[in-house]
Structures are given as structure tokens and as C-alpha cells.
């Protein structure tokens, strides 16, 4: 019995290959079910009992080299395939992609690359916040609706506690901790209590501008959003500036941009008026400068905000914003290749 098993470890040591199907079919002459090595072990009944230890640890030697040298062999030939004879070497790679970032991702940093070369800090803040950082601090009165349980998502234990209805939250926080001069810029994802369509998300992105220095007046607001509007839009962009109201600027305006699309002709993504309407802005209210500890008399500033949703609608071409948020592979492969 020793020797016959010794014979079979030699020939599995011997044992070469140089396809699956030789590694299976010797797998199957020693291992299958009338493999050699199966039937050594169903004659193991017939060992003397003072032989049975060392007979049967040199036949789990041999089962185990076998199955070994089986996997060993298969693995080789698989890395190896490559380069075996008769491949075609001037096949084309298998290409890997990469993924992609999210559209709503690429307009934010664009926006923040054109705020950044003139002066701005990217500043961030919590999503959950409390009453003062998004309305009181920002002059919102008592009673105003954005207060409301219809705008705002609220803690029901906590009426204190609720998610950010804006990032000027953020901007306020800037101001508890930093002297003017302050130019910060908060891009960040906000939440409104609002049914969800093709134009509007309970959850949505924002970035919001604040500068706060002496002598800041509107003329630079309306330079800086001009600015803004030729980096993103194209050198032949105008703007519009039209009366508006926040409880924390004042005066307010609402901003348009000559449309892109039809370079204000009109069509139908701008209602045949020309103009998109695409933020928010004004001087920042006095009572708000000093509810952050800043002298109103010897500072003023200005402040914006905007969409990104919007931006990105107007960039893209993309007509229902719950895209953004439906994470198709076809939608999202669309933007692959840009960083
Ligand atoms: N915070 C405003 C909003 O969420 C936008 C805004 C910012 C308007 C700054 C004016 C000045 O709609």
C-alpha cells in the first residue's frame, strides 16, 4: 500500500500541463469517483490496525498534494493566458472606467473657482442648526413664514432644532468668529419643506456669498455678480438687477442673466423674455451685521445666494431636476470624463 502511494505522489509531482482540459481529466484519474487515489481510500478498510495511522496520514499527504498541484496548475495556466502561444497581442486594452462626478458637484466648484480668484474662502457649516444661525441672527421676524412648518423641517421635540432652509446659516457663523474683512463663500445642501417636481426639491444646493468690509457698496455687488455672470455664462452675458425683498438685505434684488441659449433673443427656456433669473441678493441689513458683534456704522456689505440645481439646469441643458437626485447611470454617465 506505502509504495503504491508513493508511486501516485510521484506522479502527481511529475505532472505537467498545458491546458484546463489535461489538469481535468488527471484530476478526474486520480480524484473523480473511480480516480486512483478514491479507490486507495476504500481499500483502507483492509489495512492491519498497526498500520492504519501512518498509511492513513500519508494518504491525506497524497490527497492534499494532488488537490494542490491541481490549483496550483490551474492558477498558472490562468495568469498566463495572456501570453500563451496564439493570443493576439494587438487587441485593445479592456478599458476601466473611472465613474464620474456628480453634475451638481462640478457646477459647485465651478462657482467656487470664479469666487476663490477674487478673494473668496470656501467657508462650511452644520445641516442641522438652530433658530438663531438661519432666522433670528438674520432678521427674520417672529411671524415669518419661512418659519413656518410648511417651509422648514423642525425636530418635533425641539422647535430649536431644525435642518438649514439656507446656507446663509453658515455665513452668520463666519461672522460670530472673524473681523472684517470677510469674503466667504458657502456652497451646501439645504432642505425646505416643498412637494417635489421638475423645479423644485426638498432637498436642494446652494451657494451663498457674503462680503463685509468698510465701504462696500452695491456698485460692487453689481460688478462682482457681472463678474460671476461672464466667467460661468460667456464673456457676452449681461445682467439685470430687479427690485426684491430679505429680511436680511436691504435694498434686495432679484439678478437675471441675458439668456445663454438664445443670447437673449428668446426661447422657450427663458419664456421668450430674454432674461434668466438665477439669485438673490442685496446689502446686508444693519441689524444683522450687529447681531453678529459688527459696528453697522463703520462696516457694510453685501450678500447673494443661488441655486445650484438651477445653475446646473441652465448649464446642462436639463429640464427636470429630480435627475440630480435619482442617481441613473445613464443620466450620470453623461457627465464621465469631466473632473
Ligand atoms: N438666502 C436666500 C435664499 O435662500 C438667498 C439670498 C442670499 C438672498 C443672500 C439675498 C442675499 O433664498
Known amino acids: 500500500m506505502i509504495s503504491k502511494i508513493e508511486k ?5 509531482d511529475a505532472f505537467k500541463a498545458e491546458s484546463l482540459d489535461e489538469i481535468e481529466k488527471f484530476r478526474i484519474e486520480l480524484l473523480g469517483k473511480k480516480g486512483e487515489v478514491t479507490v486507495l481510500f476504500s481499500d483502507f478498510k483492509a489495512v492491519p490496525n498497526e498500520l492504519k495511522k501512518e498509511v492513513g496520514q500519508k494518504m491525506n499527504q497524497l490527497k492534499n498534494t494532488a488537490a494542490d498541484k491541481i490549483e496550483l496548475l490551474k492558477q498558472e495556466l490562468s495568469s498566463n ?5 496564439g493570443s493576439d497581442l494587438t487587441l485593445p486594452g479592456e478599458p476601466k472606467n473611472l465613474g464620474s462626478r456628480h453634475p451638481i458637484s462640478l457646477v459647485r466648484n465651478e462657482i467656487s473657482e470664479i469666487f476663490k ?8 457649516g452644520p445641516e442641522i442648526e438652530d433658530d438663531w444661525h438661519v432666522f433670528s441672527a438674520l432678521n427674520f421676524p417672529e411671524e415669518h413664514p419661512a418659519r413656518d412648518m410648511q417651509d422648514t ?12 432652509t439656507h446656507t446663509s446659516s453658515v455665513q452668520v457663523r463666519v461672522m460670530d468668529y472673524q473681523k472684517p474683512p470677510i469674503r466667504t463663500l458657502s456652497p451646501g445642501r439645504v432642505f425646505r419643506n416643498e412637494a417635489i417636481s421638475a423645479r423644485a426639491h426638498c432637498i436642494f444646493h446652494q451657494v451663498e456669498g457674503l462680503y463685509v468690509d468698510k465701504d462696500v457698496s452695491f456698485a460692487d455687488l453689481k460688478q462682482t455678480l457681472l463678474y460671476f455672470a461672464k466667467e460661468f455664462f460667456g464673456e457676452k452675458s449681461e445682467i439685470r438687477l430687479r427690485p426684491s425683498y430679505f429680511p436680511f438685505t436691504e ?9 445663454s441659449l438664445c443670447g437673449g433673443k428668446g426661447c422657450n427656456v427663458c419664456k421668450y423674455t430674454g432674461w434668466l433669473e438665477i439669485l438673490g441678493c442685496g446689502m446686508v441689513d444693519p441689524n444683522v451685521l450687529e447681531s453678529s458683534g459688527i459696528d453697522s456704522k463703520v462696516y457694510s456689505g453685501y450678500a447673494f445666494g443661488m441655486g445650484i440645481e438651477r445653475i446646473a439646469m441652465l448649464k446642462y441643458g436639463i429640464k427636470d431636476l429630480r435627475m440630480f437626485f435619482e442617481n441613473d447611470k445613464r443620466f450620470m454617465d453623461q457627465f464621465s470624463g469631466n473632473y
Request: overall charge negative; aromatic content about 8%; hydrophobic content about 45%.
Open 8 to 12: 501516485l505522489l510521484n506522479k502527481v
Open 153 to 164: 423641517f423642525f425636530i418635533e421635540k425641539n422647535p430649536d432644532v431644525l435642518l438649514r
Open 117 to 124: 480668484r477674487i478673494g473668496f474662502v470656501i467657508s462650511e
Open 251 to 259: 435694498p434686495s434684488a432679484e439678478v437675471d442673466i441675458s439668456c
Open 81 to 85: 493566458r495572456e501570453v500563451t502561444v
